[in-house]
């Protein structure tokens, strides 16, 4: 099968208004930056944990023939929602009434398919629903990350306080991380 994903967010970890009271800054002057911290922060911890933790719109698009009934499974399930699911011949738009599907959190599984597609388009959802959703230990470790690149800015820091820091955050991240065994 010939496939591609693409992956949107644009959800954080927490917002700009909680930033904004960890850090005690009433102004807006730095708005943009903060959230682009943000930003990077939830990045850094999805990457620690290895999962998606904010509402995470994923595409896949699948480019050759599968049979009726084949599983397909999601590249990186488990998922919560398949929010569209449309399939094209060349640039047609093949009218939903012309197939049906079913999906679990791992795959999705076509019940009736037309006789002639190009191409599928599946979008579905991951991580939590809503960044409220989030749980306050992971919340908390990117308040901490933020406090620090806010504050320091790039400074490089040698001593204990560092260290402490980043067992802090290790602490409060690691009963969500994913454990793989290979």
């Known amino acids: 099968m010939i496939a591609n994903l693409v992956k949107k967010t644009s959800e954080t970890i927490v917002t700009l208004a909680e930033a904004k009271g960890h850090l005690r800054i009433l102004h807006t002057n730095e708005d943009f930056y903060i959230d682009s911290l943000l930003t990077v922060i939830t990045t850094a911890i999805e990457n620690n944990l290895d999962k998606d933790l904010v509402d995470t719109s994923y595409q896949l698009g699948i480019f ?5 009934g084949e599983e ?20 047609e738009v093949i009218p939903a009434e012309s197939y049906s599907y079913t ?3 791992e795959y999705i599984k076509f019940t009736a398919l037309p006789v002639s597609y190009t191409k599928i388009n599946i979008i579905y959802k991951k991580g939590f629903e ?14 901490l990350m933020l406090s620090d690149l806010y504050l320091y800015r790039g400074s490089i820091l040698v001593g204990k306080s560092v260290m402490v820091l980043e067992k802090s955050i290790e602490a409060l991240l690691r009963p969500y991380k994913n454990v793989k065994f290979m």
């Open 130 to 143: 809503s960044s409220e959703d989030v749980p306050t230990p992971i919340k908390q470790a990117a308040l």
């Open 72 to 91: 397909i499974y999601f590249p990186n399930a488990p998922i919560y929602n398949v929010t569209s699911v449309e399939i094209k011949d060349s640039d």
């Open 64 to 68: 050759s023939k599968i049979q009726e």
């Open 103 to 105: 999906f679990t959190d």
